[in-house]
Nanobody, 123 residues
Framework: QVQLVESGGGLVQAGGSLRLSCAAS????????MGWFRQTPGKEREFVAA????????SYTASVKGRFTISRDNAKNTVSLQMSSLKPEDTAVYYC????????????????WGQGTQVTVAS
């Protein structure tokens, strides 16, 4: 059992920045990828970014490339999502997730999920 807790969400102005963090506790996976997803009411959960267990590989959805950066600190069992140049369309509940093995972009491929943190970008 792995517990994931997101933090750092909030209300920001368009063009602003926000840093989300996800802390993992409980069972520790020696090699696990981490991902960030987001979801708005009435829409499917959307892949945002992912990072390999070593941090050597990352993946981003096209709409956030150049604006978002995913990183991890395995010593602290945390993964972060630095979001810059935020747009109103970035408004969503952001979830972190983990899976054993390689990075993946499909939500069903992840084993554990956090409760989510709300990000609201005011226009």
């Amino acid at each position: 059992q792995v517990q994931l807790v997101e933090s750092g969400g909030g209300l920001v102005q368009a063009g602003g920045s926000l840093r989300l963090s996800c802390a993992a506790s409980g069972r520790t996976f020696s090699r696990y990828a981490m991902g960030w997803f987001r979801q708005t009411p009435g829409k499917e959960r959307e892949f945002v970014a992912a990072i390999s267990w070593s941090g050597g590989a990352t993946s981003y959805t096209a709409s956030v490339k150049g604006r978002f950066t995913i990183s991890r600190d395995n010593a602290k069992n945390t993964v972060s999502l630095q979001m810059s140049s935020l747009k109103p369309e970035d408004t969503a509940v952001y979830y972190c997730a983990t899976r054993e093995g390689n990075i993946a972009a499909m939500s069903y491929e992840y084993h554990y999920w956090g409760q989510g943190t709300q990000v609201t970008v005011a226009s």
